[in-house]
């Protein structure tokens, strides 16, 4: 159960049934289209209710983003267990709200756990086939030459305006030693001649995706940065500055003080064709990358779900 956002496509693409329940998101700003969430969201608890009705679920799992809201809260009516998984360091609004009806909250970050009286550490859930791709294959599938490093740009599933706007901007500089895989987000491509600069809205395959890159520009979302962690690829992150409650920045600020990245404000990215150079030659984050086990939460999540179930 989601919006009708990217994830409705990817969803039916495993041959899931998709339930579409579109719950209003808050703005961190002054904005009168938060006059209407009350309203909003009473009709997607309604919509959600009459679904779990019809469908008699034997337990909810909630990825604790504001979307998922309706189907906790239709959940916890009908007396239906729920787990929920906090991705980021900082808990989020909905996580904060949904945590007393949940049987666990379980969390990518140790440290997470510790704020909930049902908090249990897990890990980050990553997916097994971000490990398929092989580097020389996928090279020739994007058309690289293999005779400069790859840098992946990845601005989560819809696209990141200011880094797709930020790569562009310094291409002329970049291209001279990197060739670069751009996912961009839907509607997001540009006409462009650039020999080396791969434009993608979105790649279904991240194994490729991953495989051929040497380094990465990601925005700072916990799921990307421990699967970038888990491939041991050298990563610039570039928090989410605006309109958030500051989550990416902890994500980013945790993982920098372990020397598993870098990171450069918004402010500042004019300095990103130098920051990338200095990422590229990085001994100590390399080192780091090589000395730290990332192990995938999925079979402890899995075994958590049988238990409630069971």
Known sequence: MGTDGIEQNIIKSFGCPYFCVNCPKLSRSLTPKNLSI??????????????????????????????????????????????????????????????????????????????????????????????????SSARRKYGFSGTKPVLLVLGGGSGSRILNEAIRKQLAKLLPDFDILHLCGKGNIVKSTHRGYIQLEYEADMGDAYACCDLALSRAGSNAVFELIALKKPALLV????????????????????????????????????????????????????????????????????????
């Open 38 to 135: 009350p309203f909003r969201l009473a009709a997607s608890q309604r919509k959600a209710l009459e679904i779990f009705r019809h469908e008699q679920f034997d337990l909810v799992f909630s990825k604790g983003g504001y979307a998922s809201y309706p189907a906790v809260w239709a959940a916890h009516r009908l007396k239906i267990p729920i787990i929920s998984h906090e991705s980021d360091l900082s808990p989020g609004l909905c996580t904060r709200m949904i945590a007393g009806k949940c049987r666990y909250i379980l969390t990518s970050f140790p440290e997470t756990a510790e704020k909930f009286r049902n908090g249990k550490w897990v890990g980050s859930p990553i997916r097994r086939e971000i490990f398929s791709g092989d580097a």
């Open 239 to 310: 928090p989410l500055a605006h309109a958030t409650r500051g989550d990416q920045a902890k994500n980013a600020a945790y993982f920098a003080k372990k020397d598993l990245c870098a990171v450069l404000d918004e402010q500042q990215l004019d300095q990103l064709p130098s920051a990338l150079l200095c990422l590229y030659g990085n001994a100590r984050i390399r080192n780091a990358l090589q000395s730290d086990i990332t192990v995938s939460a999925t079979q402890a999540i899995s075994e958590i779900i049988r238990s409630v179930i069971a």
